[in-house]
């Protein structure tokens, strides 16, 4: 195999990315392998400290600073010779979550428990140095960061001068994507976000399930987003927020010119906040993606999300399922839409009366090629509108319905819809019944 190209061995070995155990033997064959092994198996370096001398490979490349965090817990740290690759340097993701169960194996290997230190205890659990040995990791992969992208952060913020390195020169940073969920926030761990947001560096941000945020710390972000110019993908979901918090999002989606895709499900708005975001879709010509799934949003905000699909013409993906919004309204703006090609509307409580709002749907809309009606209230009767509709339908490709059996005469009927419209796939989630334009 050495005759082949490297490029192509690359495209070998990346294809066992995944499988540890295998690409740790073959690198074992001979100089060139080893060389571009070791790159691929330390692109994720915290999903193997499973394996212990990963975990203490990595502590062993700690320099003095991160070190003397260590120092009241009286650790004896690994020491290695001088090794042959800079493997920190090669890692492109670190997931901070995936540290804790390593640590703590590690730590009891070493004879650290909760018995004879006690003192340092927090609650009566090894918490306080778990955290702080993962802290002073997650400053050495930013410290020896070469090609890192992607930093999942769960922890307590001890000092923000780790990241430091992570926004300290933005014009040579390679992280792009940063999921955020820092314990115990504090006013130091929404200065250092802040700041970061205004750096211009990142994409991608995931800020969901931080319920301790206050008004004033969201107020500050969003002020931070209203100068960012990079970030494309944004995640609220699960932040509890609520109308005051929705109208600072509401802003910003007025003036952001950058963000494609947006994901604030299971924040509970209600009425209020959803007309407040429905009027922003109106004015924005930027956003691709929306998820507002489990959000309340009733009859009222259904009206209004409505209006504004109506006269929007950049949104493609939409999610809503779990809300109640009044289906007949919306379908009306579906007639209209024409840019709108994925819609999830699953869990709405969607009966007979929605399913003849959307049967006019599938004969007028020619831009929707996946919608998803699962977990309805969607009856069998109701199933052969629906069968008619499609058959009139050149565009969708997957249709999702659950909650009703299908008789063998209409499984055949289904059958020959497909082959006229090309549908990909029909699924009943209850029976486990796919059709195929192949069946």
């Not at 939409?318 to 509307?345: D, P």
Request: charge should be neutral.
């Amino acid at each position: 195999m050495n005759t082949l190209p490297k490029e192509c061995l690359l495209e070998i070995f990346d294809n066992f990315r995944n499988q540890y155990r295998c690409l740790f033997y073959c690198l074992l064959v001979n100089r060139l392998w080893c060389k571009i092994i070791i790159p691929i198996l330390w692109r994720n370096p915290t999903d193997n400290f499973i394996d212990r001398r990963v975990l203490k490979l990595c502590l062993s490349t700690l320099n003095e600073k991160e070190q003397a965090r260590l120092i009241p817990f009286r650790l004896n740290l690994p020491k290695f010779p001088k090794q042959l690759f800079e493997y920190t340097s090669y890692a492109t993701t670190v997931k901070d979550f995936r540290l804790s169960f390593p640590i703590k194996n590690w730590l009891k290997d070493e004879g650290f428990n909760s018995k004879s230190r006690d003192s340092i205890f927090d609650d009566d659990d090894d918490y306080l140095p778990i955290m702080v040995v993962k802290f002073s990791l997650i400053e050495m992969f930013l410290r020896t960061r070469g090609k890192l992208k992607l930093l999942m952060f769960d922890g307590i913020i001890f000092d923000k001068t780790i990241f430091n390195n992570f926004y300290g020169n933005a014009n040579i940073t390679t992280i792009t994507s940063l999921e955020f969920w820092p314990q115990n926030s504090n006013s130091e761990a929404i200065e250092m976000l802040v700041e970061i947001i205004r750096k211009n560096f990142l994409i991608s941000l995931n800020l969901s399930n931080n319920e301790d945020f206050s008004s004033k710390e969201w107020n500050a972000i969003a002020e931070a987003f209203h100068q960012n110019t990079t970030i494309t993908s944004l995640d609220l979901s699960s932040n509890q927020l609520d109308f005051i918090r929705a109208k600072l999002l509401a802003e910003v989606l007025y003036k952001n010119t950058t963000l494609t895709k947006l994901d604030i499900g299971e924040n509970k708005f209600e009425s209020r906040g959803s007309k407040v975001l429905a009027k922003a879709l109106h004015r924005n010509n930027i956003l691709t993606s929306l998820r507002l799934s489990c959000n309340d949003i009733d009859f009222e905000g259904g009206k209004a999300l409505a209006e504004a699909l109506c006269v929007n013409t950049t949104l493609i993906e939409l999610e809503l399922q779990y809300n109640e919004l009044g289906i007949e309204v919306l379908a009306e703006a579906l007639c209209k839409n024409i840019s709108l090609s994925t819609l999830n509307l699953s869990w709405n409580g969607i009966d007979s009366r929605g399913v003849k709002a959307l049967e006019k749907v599938l004969y007028t809309n020619s831009t929707l090629t996946y919608l998803n009606l699962s977990e309805n209230h969607i009856g069998f009767e109701d199933s052969k509108v629906l069968i008619e509709a499609l058959s009139k339908n050149v565009t969708l490709m997957t249709l999702h319905i659950g909650r009703y059996n299908i008789s063998y005469e209409d499984r055949n009927n289904l059958r020959k819809i497909f082959r006229i419209n090309s549908i990909s796939t029909f699924v009943d989630l209850i029976s486990d019944h796919q059709f195929n334009p192949s069946d």
